[in-house]
């Protein structure tokens, strides 16, 4: 499934703020009030060679200014303050480094809600909810040590969640339960987006292991300058 990124990056604002756009053919685009408010103001995705900015619908123009002038000098270096946000959004479009066999050696389908409640005591609930799925995980001994899935999505995309037992990292399964996550949401004919803060670096690092290749570096700002 090939989509250009200004499309991947409505497709993962959408899926991760509940919000609604229209489609990216300018630089500047406004969320649809019809659809739920984000929590920023202002959200800039630096694309290649372009910048998109995407605004909450009101945002008068006064304030556009100041946070147009606020994000010049956060690009030019000046440290974060509070209200700011900065993400990698990534795209899978690479050979992962372990194989689907070999995934499929590590890591299953979780559909025992038991193992989900000993892993995150109060968590089934949220796991087994129809926008979770699909899941997948490791479990050794009878216990769930790192499950994958949609932690947010739409009809057209979902989004990774993945979490792994402290005890467990580094020993492939969180990589092998994103494989298998990832197939089956192509499977399913939509797009699977990975997400994690900018200064994330363990995530980051299983995002490109697991084939996936940053395709937007965002900044959201909650706060007038």
Known sequence: MLL?????????????WNIQLPL?????V????????????????????????VWRSNVDASSRQALLKYMAQIYSGQPDKRGIEREVALKFVDQPAMTQAQAQQLAQPITDQSV????????SHYFFERSRAPLFGTIRDGR?????????????????????HPEARRRGYALAATILWTQAVLQENLVPIYSALADNAASLALADAAGYRAFAH????????
Do not use: K
């Open 30 to 53: 406004n969320v649809l009030a019809s659809g739920y408010p984000p929590p920023w103001l202002l959200y800039v995705a630096q694309m290649a060679d372009e910048y998109i900015y």
């Open 144 to 164: 769930l040590l790192s499950i994958a899935h949609s932690s947010r999505s739409t009809s057209e995309a979902c989004e990774l969640g993945i979490e792994t």
């Open 24 to 28: 990216i053919t300018y630089t500047h």
């Open 218 to 225: 965002g900044t959201s700002i909650t706060n007038l300058p």
């Open 116 to 123: 989900v409640e000993e892993f995150q005591p109060g968590a």
């Open 4 to 16: 250009n990124d200004r499309t991947l990056l409505r497709l993962h604002l959408e899926a991760v």
